[in-house]
Structure formats: structure tokens, C-alpha cells
């Protein structure tokens, strides 16, 4: 089975540019999550899509960023336009929905993408 | 929200030892506690979880303790080798199938 896949590993652009991440999630796993670390710091939380639905956008940073998962399959995260303080490894993760009696689920993370604004 | 609080932010300790890593949250919500070890350049990943009907789960050399009175949940991890060291996160799972990260713990085991 593959696991989550995200591309591109690594994103140079200057500062104004507009760059595009992709997460292709586990199949069948309805939970999907955008995470941001920031140079090694905490994990933090961006957003959460159930399906094609965005359960919880509270940790997007700004305007400058939107995130779409067009069908329920694969999303995308969209920064326009970057700043330097964009700069940081975005991880997506997925998980299978939890069942309506049962707990969380294990989440399995894509290897990030380590995106520098300069 | 959920917040997660994890301390320390480092720990050194020697080959063998052991270490304990602390976390709280705030939602009482909250259901499922898995612990994440990310090792340089890589993914995290799962090494181990807690549900909140159980108070303990041990693995090996690592456990994890869960107090739902006090919102509080550890890691354990006897016998410390020197590939033990990574970041660790431990995480909480709201009702709302939302996972929220603690702010890591780098842990150093020295040979």
C-alpha cells in the first residue's frame, strides 16, 4: 500500500511568488491535515479537511494561503504570495475516519516539503 | 481549542537511562494519545498510542501513562539507546477528529 506522498520535497522561490504543495493521501482515508514546523520547532496545526470538507481551518496563518482537496482525494496547499516567514517543512497527514463510537485513528505522514522563501 | 503542552524541550541523557517526557491538554474531549518520533530528516511516525479508556500501554521499552482527572499523559522509555535519539511528540485527538501536536521534545542519548 503507499503511503501519503507530497511534492515537491523541496521549494526554493523568492519572496511575491506564488508556490503550489501537493498531498496525495493514503486511499480510502478520509482525514486529511496540513501541518507547518518551523525551524524544528512544534508541529503546528494548519488545517483539517474530512473528505472534501474543511473541518477546521483555525491555524491558517493568513489570506495567503488556501488550501483545496478537490474530490476528497488529493490536496493541495497554495501560498500567494510567499513571504520569507513562510519558509518551513510542511507535513500532511492522513488518517482513516474514525468510527462514531470509537477514538482517534493512527495519522501517517508524508515526508514534507521543505519550502524556503528567500 | 485543544492545547497540548509537552515538557522538556530537550533531554540529555546517558546509554541506559531512562526518560520520561510529559504532556497536558486542555479538552476533555480529547480520546486518543499517540507519541511521534521524528528522526533527522525524516517523517514522523507512530511509536505508540493511548486510548483514553486505558490508563496504561506498555511497548517494549517504551510506555505511556494517561491521567484523564488531570489531562496529563507521558512517555516512557527505559533503557535508552543511543538511536533513541530523535524529536519526540506526543498528540491529542479531539472529538472532532482534530490531532493537535505538542511542541516537541528533542532527545539526546549519549553513549
Known amino acids: 500500500e503507499a503511503g501519503v506522498t507530497q511534492f515537491p520535497s523541496h521549494s526554493v522561490i523568492e519572496k511575491g511568488q506564488t508556490v503550489t504543495l501537493r498531498c496525495d493521501p493514503i486511499?480510502?482515508?478520509?482525514?486529511l491535515y496540513w501541518y507547518r514546523r518551523v525551524m524544528g520547532k512544534e508541529i503546528k496545526f494548519l488545517l483539517h479537511?474530512?473528505?472534501?470538507?474543511?473541518?477546521?481551518e483555525s491555524g491558517m496563518p493568513n489570506n495567503r494561503f488556501l488550501a483545496e482537496r478537490t474530490g476528497g482525494t488529493y490536496s493541495t496547499l497554495k501560498v500567494q504570495p510567499a513571504e520569507l516567514e513562510d519558509s518551513g517543512v510542511y507535513f500532511c497527514?492522513?488518517?482513516?475516519?474514525?468510527?462514531?463510537?470509537?477514538?482517534?485513528?493512527?495519522?501517517?505522514f508524508g515526508q514534507g516539503t521543505r519550502l524556503t522563501v528567500v | 481549542g485543544e492545547n497540548v503542552e509537552q515538557h522538556p524541550s530537550t533531554l540529555s541523557v546517558q546509554e541506559g537511562d531512562s526518560a520520561v517526557i510529559k504532556c497536558t491538554y486542555s479538552?476533555?474531549?480529547?480520546?486518543?494519545f499517540p507519541w511521534y518520533k521524528q528522526e533527522l530528516g525524516k517523517r514522523p511516525q507512530l511509536i505508540i498510542d493511548?486510548?483514553?479508556?486505558?490508563g496504561e500501554k506498555k511497548d517494549q521499552r517504551i510506555a505511556v501513562t494517561l491521567n484523564k482527572t488531570a489531562k496529563h499523559f507521558s512517555l516512557h522509555i527505559t533503557e535508552t539507546q543511543p538511536e533513541d535519539s530523535a524529536v519526540y511528540f506526543c498528540?491529542?485527538?479531539?472529538?472532532?477528529?482534530?490531532?493537535?501536536f505538542g511542541t516537541g521534545t528533542r532527545l539526546l542519548v549519549s553513549p
Open positions: 486511499s480510502g482515508h478520509d482525514n
Open positions: 479537511f474530512v473528505k472534501e470538507s474543511k473541518q477546521d
Open positions: 479538552d476533555s474531549a480529547s480520546n486518543y
Open positions: 498528540a491529542a485527538y479531539t472529538g472532532f477528529q482534530k490531532l493537535v
Open positions: 493511548i486510548r483514553s479508556n486505558v
Open positions: 497527514a492522513s488518517s482513516p475516519r474514525a468510527g462514531q463510537f470509537s477514538s482517534g485513528t493512527e495519522a501517517f
